[in-house]
């Protein structure tokens, strides 16, 4: 569906991404995971097309977006910081909306008026930030797009309304096949929806995977040897290695299968295999690239 082959892009002479490279099956929730300035942004503004690219190609089915309109009115963007004119309001934006999108939904706009406590007459700038937030999300949404693109989407919106916009997009997802790409730190949220994971460092994609995949090959193994001088063999990919008294703690790059054999091999007192969460994929991914984090005294 979304193809970014070798994908460069630079301001002045600081590199935002550096030959880039991810595919997006149609249909699924990709999320981009990655510290602050990994560019993340950067990458999904080349990808709606405001941005373009010095070096590399954007396709979507084969058709580059970059001065492309017709690619460009199937999709919708929802940057984290919100463009709008100064005095429009809700009501002005989505006739401005209808007149370059065909595929908007009145009649869909209409109804989501139920979800969303905005007055379509109040001016954009009036609003708070949450709410300027759901106003886009109203428009987006009545768009009706095959492609949606996200940049920390609920970040300042309350926990009622965070859950209530997933539930839109997912019921778009099952329902319609949309395409959704998005970029948050909330870790926790982006692995309750997403089934495919991007993570980005110093504008170079590090891995991509399905979040079924990811979690199968990353593992932490807790296990109190039988000699203190015990350990793993140096063949098995340790992510991190910490002991708290007897128990020896192992992330582990590798499946539970993998770990199993190893450590029954061992003989240990006691082993316990635990699966990890994004976040700690993420950590300990990115702790490789020196990211880890420190200790220090304050």
Same mark, same amino acid.
């Given at each position: 569906m979304i193809e970014v082959r070798d994908l460069t892009?630079?301001?002045?002479?600081?590199? &935002?991404?550096?030959?880039?490279?991810?595919?997006? +099956?149609?249909? =699924?929730?990709?999320?981009?995971?990655?510290?602050?300035?990994?560019?993340? =942004?950067?990458?999904l503004r080349c990808l709606a097309g405001v941005y373009r690219p010095d070096s590399g190609q954007?396709?979507?089915?084969e058709q580059p977006v970059w001065e492309n309109p017709a690619v460009k009115s199937r999709m919708a963007y929802i940057p984290d910081d919100l463009y709008y004119f100064v005095s429009a309001s809700l009501k002005d934006l989505k006739r401005f909306y209808q007149g370059f999108y065909p595929t908007f939904d009145p009649q869909l706009f209409d109804k989501l008026a139920s979800v969303f406590p905005?007055?379509?007459?109040?001016?954009?700038?009036?609003? =708070?930030?949450?709410?300027?937030?759901? &106003?886009?999300?109203? #428009? &987006? #949404?009545?768009?009706? +797009?095959?492609i949606l693109l996200l940049d920390e989407p609920v970040d300042g919106l309350d926990p009622v309304m965070r859950r209530q916009l997933w539930s839109l997009i997912m019921s778009d997802v099952e329902k319609s096949g949309v395409t959704?790409?998005?970029?948050?730190?909330?870790?926790?949220?982006?692995? %309750?929806?997403?089934?495919?994971?991007?993570?980005?460092?110093?504008?170079?994609?590090?891995?991509?995977?399905?979040?079924?995949?990811?979690?199968?090959?990353?593992?932490? #193994?807790?296990?109190?040897?039988?000699?203190?001088?015990?350990?793993?063999?140096? %063949?098995?990919?340790?992510?991190?290695? =910490?002991?708290?008294?007897?128990?020896?703690?192992?992330? #582990?790059? &590798?499946?539970?299968?993998?770990?199993?054999?190893?450590?029954?091999?061992? %003989?240990?007192?006691?082993?316990?295999?635990? +699966?990890l969460t994004l976040e700690e994929i993420f950590i300990y991914e990115l702790g490789g690239a020196d990211y880890a984090v420190k200790d220090i005294i304050l």
């Open positions: 892009k630079r301001f002045d002479r600081t590199p &935002a991404l550096q030959e880039l490279s991810l595919h997006v +099956p149609r249909g =699924s929730v990709y999320g981009l995971v990655g510290p602050n300035g990994a560019g993340k =942004s950067t990458l954007i396709l979507i089915e905005i007055d379509p007459r109040q001016p954009i700038r009036h609003l =708070s930030k949450g709410m300027q937030k759901q &106003a886009f999300f109203w #428009l &987006a #949404l009545s768009l009706r +797009p095959e959704v790409v998005v970029s948050s730190h909330n870790l926790r949220e982006l692995e %309750d929806v997403c089934d495919h994971v991007g993570i980005i460092d110093h504008g170079r994609l590090l891995l991509e995977r399905t979040l079924s995949q990811l979690q199968d090959n990353f593992v932490k #193994l807790q296990v109190v040897f039988r000699t203190e001088d015990a350990s793993l063999p140096g %063949d098995l990919p340790v992510l991190h290695h =910490s002991v708290t008294g007897k128990v020896n703690t192992y992330i #582990l790059r &590798a499946g539970e299968a993998r770990a199993a054999q190893v450590v029954q091999e061992l %003989d240990p007192i006691f082993y316990d295999i635990l +699966p």
